[in-house]
């Protein structure tokens, strides 16, 4: 499997707020992504990427950026947090047709 | 995008017992996947399995492609596969995104 990190794993910010979550992997993937999951639901895809030149949006980017600083890293940004991004946030790599998911990161938005 | 309808959404079972998991999608897919999220919110990889039977343990799915549904049996269950359930799909139509279900959220009593 890949060996797939989050930082921070758990996050309380204001709202108005800049912040920036980031993934690792350690596999060397090139496909990866990011997701929200909302209490009782399942998760939603908010960016994906497949490789540093190639950012795509899913359902849920609007409020949202993204950044694919190397083929490792990929980081998810709330350029102005509301208390609506208040989720579990999941990174995931893909390899061939299996994706394989980090930790996730706990964020709160007050 | 594809609609994934998992049923029942919640299930309580006692120690031992068996029970069987249910996904319905709406289009054709090319990739399936379920995964439990255990109760710190980590998810795990339990198969891959867009058509055909495979078998893990005292796990096993089913995937019947042409009537887009699968399966997910869990038998003799233990209180440590308590979690929810996710069943996530790939559409034929964008071999990129996954779209997941709300979950089946499984309680095993001692």
């Known amino acids: 499997d890949a060996d797939v990190t989050q930082t921070p794993r758990n996050r309380i910010t204001k709202t108005g707020k800049r912040i920036m979550l980031e993934c690792s992997q350690t596999?060397?993937?090139?496909?990866m992504y990011w997701y929200r999951q909302d209490p009782g639901l399942g998760l939603r895809l908010i960016y994906y990427?497949?490789?540093?030149?190639?950012?795509n949006k899913g359902e849920i980017s609007d409020g949202y950026s993204v950044s694919r600083q190397a083929q490792a890293k990929f980081s998810l940004s709330l350029e102005s947090a509301i208390p609506n991004q208040t989720a579990l946030y999941f990174c995931?790599?893909?390899?061939?047709?299996?994706?394989?998911f980090g930790p996730g990161t706990r964020l709160t938005v007050t | 995008g594809i609609q994934v309808e998992q049923s029942p959404p919640d299930l309580i079972l006692q120690e031992g017992a068996n029970s069987t998991l249910r996904c319905n999608f709406s289009d054709s897919v090319n990739n399936l996947q379920w995964f439990h999220q255990n109760p710190w919110g980590q998810l795990i990889n339990l198969f891959y399995i867009p058509s055909g039977t495979k078998q893990n343990g005292r796990l096993s799915a089913t995937t019947v492609a042409t009537e887009r549904y699968s399966l997910l049996y869990i038998s003799s269950s233990q209180t440590t596969d308590s979690g929810v359930y996710f069943c996530?799909?790939?559409?034929?139509?964008?071999?990129?995104?996954?779209?997941f279900g709300s979950g089946t959220k499984l309680n095993v009593k001692p």
């Open positions: 596999k060397g993937h090139d496909r």
């Open positions: 990427s497949f490789d540093v030149k190639d950012i």
């Open positions: 996530a799909v790939g559409p034929s139509s964008n071999f990129n995104k996954f779209y």
């Open positions: 995931a790599t893909r390899e061939g047709d299996e994706q394989y």
